[in-house]
């Protein structure tokens, strides 16, 4: 069946490059997605690719993705306190996004040193 | 423009009884989706709503169901409930699957003793 994997922790220096991976089993998933959850609160979408993408670039957010590996990575660029939440990973299975079945990994916690 | 707005925030219910949580989505949003979250099993895709019918399931109970009105606001209840129910339950509602992106309202957190 489909499977998420990520780490569980991150910890990381203010200001230094925070590194996020991923790695998912089903080969048709056609969107890839990276969402944030900070404490008490949903979760906030941060970007998505397509699974015909190797990269895609948002500001201070990188992500990559290596299809034959089916591995994906989140890059944040000069992490900063308010950076710090559990950041999710998910696969969909349909064309166009969307929430619907999602399947998500765990989660990773970021924290940040100062 | 509002986001997605889930009611109530918390709740706490005793085993055995039922319970329904209400999810209001973004205006002009048609598909409404429903997570179970919790420690232990993390994000759990429960069911998706269009136009007022359900289109996809997850591996859930019978015991959870939901519905969709007219103006896409979408309930879930859950009956006879079970510890294990505990859990922060959140709904995301987008335009359709195809090429709209998602948005979470903050959960509702239900609590069984």
Redesign the interface.
Same mark, same amino acid.
């Given at each position: 069946g489909e499977d998420v994997e990520q780490s569980l922790f991150l910890s990381v220096r203010e200001g230094d490059s925070s590194v996020i991976n991923c790695t998912y089993t089903d080969s048709s998933s056609t969107y890839l997605y990276w969402?944030k959850q900070e404490p #008490?609160? /949903? @979760?906030? @979408?941060l970007t998505?690719i397509f699974s015909n993408m190797d990269m895609k670039q948002d500001q201070r957010l990188t992500v990559l993705l290596n299809k034959k590996d089916k591995h994906l990575s989140l890059r944040i660029a000069d992490t900063q306190t308010g950076d710090s939440a559990i950041y999710?990973c998910?696969e969909s299975p349909?064309? /166009?996004?969307?929430?619907?079945? @999602?399947?998500? #990994?765990? #989660?990773t916690h970021l924290i940040i040193q100062p | 423009k509002a986001g997605v707005t889930q009611t109530p925030r918390y709740l706490i219910k005793t085993r055995g009884q039922q319970v329904t949580l209400s999810c209001s989505p973004i205006s002009g949003h048609r598909s409404v989706s429903w997570y179970q979250q919790t420690p232990g099993q993390g994000l759990q895709f429960l069911f998706e709503y269009f136009s007022e019918t359900q289109r996809n399931k997850g591996n859930f109970p019978g015991r959870f169901s939901g519905r969709q009105f007219s103006n896409s606001r979408s309930e879930m209840n859950v009956s006879t409930l079970e510890l294990g129910d505990s859990a922060l339950y959140l709904c995301a509602s987008s335009g359709d699957r195809g090429g709209t992106e998602a948005f979470f309202g903050q959960g509702t957190r239900l609590t069984v003793v």
């Open positions: 969402y #008490g609160a /949903g @979760l906030q @979408l998505y999710f998910a349909y064309s /166009g996004g969307g929430a619907d079945g @999602l399947t998500f #990994g765990k #989660g | -």
